[in-house]
């Protein structure tokens, strides 16, 4: 009895889940709207977290079509609260008037308060920046990939790619390696 009801339980789950009717298109499940590669150059990524952000209607209408833009963005805490800064979401062009938004308005980041409270603490203890790496949608929902970043000075970014250039070379010399064996 146990193994059937568990059986009808799951199935029941899947049948019900939102968006899975007969009506709408099948939803997107996760679909990249934009990234920051900018972020992955000038920072150092410590940790990662992915957080939900507060839009407006136009705004996901916006996001949607892609038309967002990540450079110069970052996160910051205020009142214990998470906002995104420097993120610039065009208006949608059929929301005129009412539905309109401000393109460059401050918007809220949804996380757990122990995840800003730590994430508070390693900022300030370690002078540590965040920065927005990735916006997109999963399960219909906008997501942001956030991240705790320690800036890099320029000598420390020429290293980074002198390091990228040689693993990318001694990966080459491996596969040609293996390539020769045959």
């Known amino acids: 009895m146990g193994m059937a009801a568990a059986k009808k339980k799951g199935a029941g789950a899947q049948s019900g889940a939102k968006g899975a009717g007969a009506k709408g298109a099948p939803k997107e499940m996760n679909r990249l709207v934009a990234s920051n590669r900018r972020a992955r150059h000038d920072y150092e990524i410590i940790d990662t ?29 205020d009142d214990g609260e998470m906002w995104l800064f420097g993120v610039h979401v065009p ?40 920065v ?30 002198a390091a990228r250039d040689a693993g990318r070379d001694a990966a080459r010399e491996a596969r040609s390696a293996t390539k020769s064996r045959s």
């Not at 949804?110 to 390693?122: P, T, V």
């Open 49 to 77: 977290v992915e957080c939900g952000i507060v839009l407006q209607g136009s705004e996901v209408k916006s996001l949607r079509a892609g038309r967002i833009a990540l450079q110069d963005s970052y996160a910051r805490f």
């Open 132 to 161: 927005p790496l990735s916006i997109y949608f999963k399960d219909g929902r906008a997501k942001v990939e956030l991240a705790l970043a320690r800036g890099r000075r320029q000598y420390d970014k020429r290293h980074a790619i």
């Open 91 to 130: 208006p949608y062009a059929q929301a005129t008037g009412f539905g309109a938004h401000d393109p460059d308005r401050r918007r809220k980041l949804l996380l757990h308060r122990r995840q800003i409270d730590e994430w508070m603490g390693k900022s300030k203890q370690n002078s540590l920046t965040m």
